[in-house]
């Protein structure tokens, strides 16, 4: 059984910078694929920033230069470094996780639950 926990989401002012967490758990074989998304009220799911298994990571225009992905392959956990926040940036922040579980062939891909990040100006 595969499990994400996401932290870090919060209320901040704007400029101000958060960390969210990604923590992957349960009987894994390799992550290929991880990515942050986010959904403001009203608005379609966007993606945010991804990163590959090799490392690559890609951003949306509207966060890059202000956000950071980055992993840690030990604990397998992804995080979202996130700077000099603006009200526009207001959503819930979900991981998205694309693994080789141990139980099943093939890739599966995983999301977390979820976690708010309001700025205020």
């Given at each position: 059984?595969?499990?994400?926990?996401?932290?870090?989401g919060?209320?901040?002012?704007?400029?101000?910078s958060l960390r969210?967490?990604?923590?992957?758990?349960?009987?894994?074989f390799s992550i290929n694929g991880m990515s942050w998304f986010r959904q403001a009220p009203g608005k379609p799911r966007e993606l945010v920033a991804g990163m590959?298994?090799?490392g690559d990571t890609n951003y949306a225009d509207s966060v890059r230069g202000r956000f950071s992905i980055s992993r840690?392959?030990?604990?397998?956990?992804?995080?979202?470094?996130?700077?000099?926040?603006?009200?526009?940036d207001t959503a819930v922040y979900y991981c998205n996780i694309v693994l080789r579980p141990?139980?099943?062939?093939?890739?599966?891909?995983?999301?977390?639950?979820?976690?708010?990040?309001?700025?205020?100006?």
């Open positions: 059984q595969v499990q994400l926990v996401e932290s870090g919060g209320l901040v002012q704007a400029g101000g969210l967490s990604c923590a992957v758990s349960g009987s894994i590959t298994s090799g840690d392959n030990a604990k397998n956990t992804v995080f979202l470094q996130m700077n000099s926040l603006k009200p526009e141990r139980a099943t062939p093939g890739l599966a891909v995983y999301w977390g639950q979820g976690t708010q990040v309001t700025v205020s100006s």
